[in-house]
């Protein structure tokens, strides 16, 4: 089992940063390749961003690309989204995710957190 916790949402403007962490415990988090995504109300979740089990190799949603980073810690077992020139089509609930694949595929992603709420206004 792998428990993972997200923080770092909230409500900014337009134009601005936030960075969200995700904090696992459990079983060895360097072993899963981890995601971001996100779902906004009345639409599926989506992918967001991935990154391998070192951090060597991240892939990006095209809507995202150039303005949001996925990173991770190891040693801290924390996986990281720097979010910036943050859009209202950003508005959503990030979830982050652990899979043993590296995948974009959100069915292969088998431990979730709860989620935290971006909110971007205009």
């Known amino acids: 089992q792998v428990q993972l916790v997200e923080s770092g949402g909230g409500l900014v403007q337009a134009g601005d940063s936030l960075r969200l962490s995700c904090a696992a415990s459990?079983?060895?988090?360097?072993?899963?390749?981890m995601g971001w995504f996100c779902q906004a109300p009345g639409k599926e979740r989506e992918f967001v961003t991935r990154?391998?089990?070192?951090?060597?190799?991240?892939y990006y949603a095209d809507s995202v690309k150039g303005r949001f980073t996925i990173s991770r810690d190891n040693a801290k077992n924390t996986v990281y989204l720097q979010m910036n020139s943050l859009k209202p089509e950003d508005t959503a609930v990030y979830y982050c995710?652990?899979?043993?694949?590296?995948?974009?595929?959100?069915?292969?992603?088998?431990?979730w957190g709860q989620g935290t709420q971006v909110t971007v206004s205009s």
């Open positions: 990154i391998d089990w070192s951090g060597d190799s991240t």
């Open positions: 459990g079983r060895t988090f360097s072993t899963f390749a």
């Open positions: 995710a652990a899979s043993s694949i590296l995948t974009t595929r959100t069915s292969a992603y088998v431990y």
